[in-house]
Nanobody, 124 residues
Framework: QVQLVESGGGLVQAGGSLRLSCAAS????????LGWFRQAPGKEREFVAL????????RFADSVNGRFTVSRDNAKNVVYLQMNNLKPEDTAVYYC?????????????????WGQGTQVTVSS
């Protein structure tokens, strides 16, 4: 079992930055692929970013590529999502998720463990 707890959300003006954190506990989290997803009201949950277990590879949705970065500290069991140049359309609840393999990296259904989410609101 893996437990995930997100933090760092809040209200920010367009063009601003936020850093989300996801604290992981339970099984050997360093062996898990960690992803970030988001869900806006009335929309499906969508992929945002992913980082492999050793941090050697990352992947981003086209909508955030170049603005967001993802990193992890396996010694602390934390994964970060640095969000820069935020836009109103980034407003959503952001979720951290974990799975064992890199198969189907952008599919929410492929992830086994989820956090409770943190709200990010970007004002125009």
């Amino acid at each position: 079992q893996v437990q995930l707890v997100e933090s760092g959300g809040g209200l920010v003006q367009a063009g601003g930055s936020l850093r989300l954190s996801c604290a992981a506990s339970g099984r050997i989290v360093s062996s898990y692929v960690l992803g970030w997803f988001r869900q806006a009201p009335g929309k499906e949950r969508e992929f945002v970013a992913l980082i492999t277990s050793n941090g050697g590879s990352t992947r981003f949705a086209d909508s955030v590529n170049g603005r967001f970065t993802v990193s992890r500290d396996n010694a602390k069991n934390v994964v970060y999502l640095q969000m820069n140049n935020l836009k109103p359309e980034d407003t959503a609840v952001y979720y951290c998720a974990a799975k064992r393999t890199v198969l189907r990296p952008t599919s929410p259904a492929a992830f086994d463990y989820w956090g409770q989410g943190t709200q990010v609101t970007v004002s125009s």
